[in-house]
């Protein structure tokens, strides 16, 4: 299995900037693809940005792209998840994810492991 633990969430101002962590680990050499999802409060999950975790490609939503960046420093097994230029339809809870399988997660937003989820709030 993997255990993603996501980490920095907090309450923050219109127009600031974070950076959300994803700690991998376990069977953390096995994951191929990896992505953040976002759950508002009454809504249903929404995928957030995906990547290759070997490869670096990249893929946002369309209602992120241009503000929210996804990377990941390998030798610590660690994804990250930038946000700029918050504005309050991005509260929510930001989960991590991962999968074995190429495709599953850049392509159908679908995931076998996920994070316990980090709170964002943004004020106005």
């Known amino acids: 299995q993997v255990r993603l633990v996501e980490s920095g969430g907090r309450l923050v101002q219109a127009g600031g900037s974070l950076r959300l962590s994803c700690a991998f680990s376990?069977?953390?050499?096995?994951?191929?693809?990896m992505g953040w999802f976002r759950q508002v409060s009454g809504k249903e999950r929404e995928f957030v940005a995906a990547?290759?975790?070997?490869?670096?490609?990249?893929s946002y939503a369309d209602s992120v792209k241009g503000r929210f960046i996804i990377s990941r420093d390998n030798a610590k097994s660690t994804a990250y998840l930038e946000i700029n230029t918050l504005n309050p339809d991005d509260t929510a809870v930001y989960y991590c994810a991962a999968s074995f399988s190429s495709g599953r997660l850049t392509g159908r937003h679908e995931a076998e492991y996920w994070g316990q989820g980090t709170q964002v709030t943004v004020s106005s």
């Open positions: 990547m290759n975790w070997s490869g670096g490609f990249t």
């Open positions: 376990g069977r953390a050499f096995s994951v191929y693809e």
